[in-house]
């Protein structure tokens, strides 16, 4: 199976800082990456899908790149609704999809 | 709008079976490819399974598979995880969710709220 492994696992930033959290894949994923936003208690949401598309209705300020087995999730400039948990998935192994560990976003 | 509506959770024994419920509205039911992903108490989240937009071919993690039973019904717009043989670490928040695409996984765009499974004696 594809291993994903996020870093940092969490992050403090301020309202308005640009904010980069990163997954590495175990084997090349071509641009098999999704990256979803949690809120406890909240339905986990898709923010990118194939690495860098922007799922319908979501700010601008999240970009995603990368390609093979290194992959960026970037917010341009931090707001209050953002503070969540972010996770990276793969679907290039469709019969075993794995979601990387999560990066808990705080308030400094 | 799209929603998806998990029941069906609760408390049962170690080796005991549950039966979770998801259904759909609006979108064709019969048109996406369905999940079902899990979230263990203070853990990250885990795809349990997937089934086809047809039925005609479902997918498990390893962890679940001769225990759980994925399946569709699309005259009640309505997705299943048939549950048995369950395990204390199978507690979790179950949450349902829709594919982009139909037949191969692709990302999951809508989810629901999820359904709480407590696996205790």
């Known amino acids: 199976d594809v291993q994903m492994t996020q870093s940092p696992s969490s992050l403090s930033a301020s309202v308005g800082d640009r904010v980069t959290i990163t997954c590495r894949a175990s084997q090349s994923i071509n641009r098999y990456l999704n990256w979803y936003q949690h809120k406890p208690g909240k339905a986990p949401k898709l923010l990118i899908y194939?690495?860098?598309s922007l799922q319908s209705g979501v700010p601008s300020r999240f970009t995603g790149s990368g390609s093979g087995t290194d992959f960026t999730l970037t917010i341009s400039s931090l707001q209050p609704e953002d503070f969540a948990t972010y996770y990276c998935q793969e679907t290039y192994n469709t019969l075993a999809l794995t979601f990387g560990g999560g990066t808990k976003v705080e308030i400094k | 709008q799209v929603q998806l509506v998990e029941s069906g959770g609760g408390v049962v024994q170690p080796g005991g079976s549950l039966k979770l419920s998801c259904t759909a509205y609006g979108f064709t039911f019969n048109n996406y490819g369905l999940h079902w992903v899990r979230q263990a108490p203070g853990k990250g989240l885990e795809w349990v399974s997937f089934?086809?937009?047809?039925?005609?071919?479902?997918f498990y993690t390893d962890s679940v598979k001769g225990r759980f039973t994925i399946s569709r019904d699309k005259t009640q717009n309505t997705l299943y995880l048939q549950m048995n043989s369950l395990r204390p670490e199978d507690s979790a928040i179950y949450y349902c969710a829709k594919d982009r695409g139909r037949a191969v996984p692709d990302a999951f765009d809508y989810w629901g709220q999820g359904s709480l499974v407590t696996v205790s004696s």
């Open positions: 194939a690495t860098s």
């Open positions: 089934i086809r937009y047809d039925e005609k071919n479902t």
